[in-house]
């Protein structure tokens, strides 16, 4: 038994993939405000996953779903894959100078900035960070077309990362890792250097930190781990 004012924090966590109009977003918000009336703080911590684009985020009453919510799960990865028609980066920090398209505008900063605007406190959004990359085959980089993907459904789990007989590589201007060559073509991913550049932007944000997607993706090495490397970067 627990002792007198102990509490257990116990998570629950929403995953509405996606509200898709804005009707289903008041749903959403109606949603989150039933679980908190049986889901009460501080007994319980609920959480959410949201997407990064502003096709969903749109949808939803950010500031009101936030008043439910303890934490945010801002899913900051999948910006780009085998349905867009260009390569890109799927989880940059920030978007080009120069964008491609649309999809290549998608950053975790421009999410950031989107949530932040629509009034809702920097100290609730977590920072999802893949532990797997995408892979695009027969394309010369970024913007660039390609055909085909390698590996599952198109993505390798990031402690086969980099491929063998490839060298692994940072774009530093948008925060993303990358390795060209062997049998992923064009693989985007994020790495430790990538990882600590976003426990910065967390840091200097004033986020609540960073969550990854999914666990078992991560290496067993602590030198390359990106857990491990988050933890370094939001507490050195």
Request: contains cysteine.
């Amino acid at each position: 038994m627990l002792p007198p004012a102990t509490f257990l924090s116990l998570t629950r966590p929403v995953d509405w993939e996606h509200p898709a109009d804005p009707q289903q977003g008041n749903d959403y918000v109606q949603l989150l405000a039933t679980l908190r009336v049986f889901l009460p703080t501080p007994r319980f911590t609920l959480s959410s996953a949201l997407p990064a684009g502003e096709w969903v985020l749109r949808n939803i009453n950010l500031a009101q779903a936030a008043q439910y919510l303890d934490l945010i799960n801002l899913m900051s990865y999948d910006f780009s894959g085998p349905w867009v028609k260009a390569c890109g980066h799927h989880a940059q920090l920030f978007t080009p100078q120069v964008p491609h398209n649309d999809d290549a505008s998608i950053s975790c900063h421009s999410a950031v900035a989107y949530i932040l605007k629509q009034g809702v406190s920097p100290n609730k959004i977590l920072l999802g960070i893949p532990a797997y990359g995408r892979s695009f085959l027969n394309t010369h980089g970024v913007g660039h077309p390609f055909s085909g993907q390698a590996g599952e459904e198109g993505t390798f789990e990031y402690k086969e990362l980099p491929r063998p007989g490839t060298q692994e590589l940072v774009d530093e201007q948008v925060g993303a890792a990358y390795c060209v060559g062997g049998d992923g073509g064009f693989i985007t991913y994020d790495n430790p250097q990538t990882v600590k550049m976003k426990a910065n932007y967390a840091k200097q944000n004033g986020l609540a930190g960073l969550f990854y997607w999914t666990g078992t993706g991560d290496s067993s090495d602590t030198a390359r781990s990106l857990a491990y490397s988050g933890y370094v970067g939001l507490h050195q």
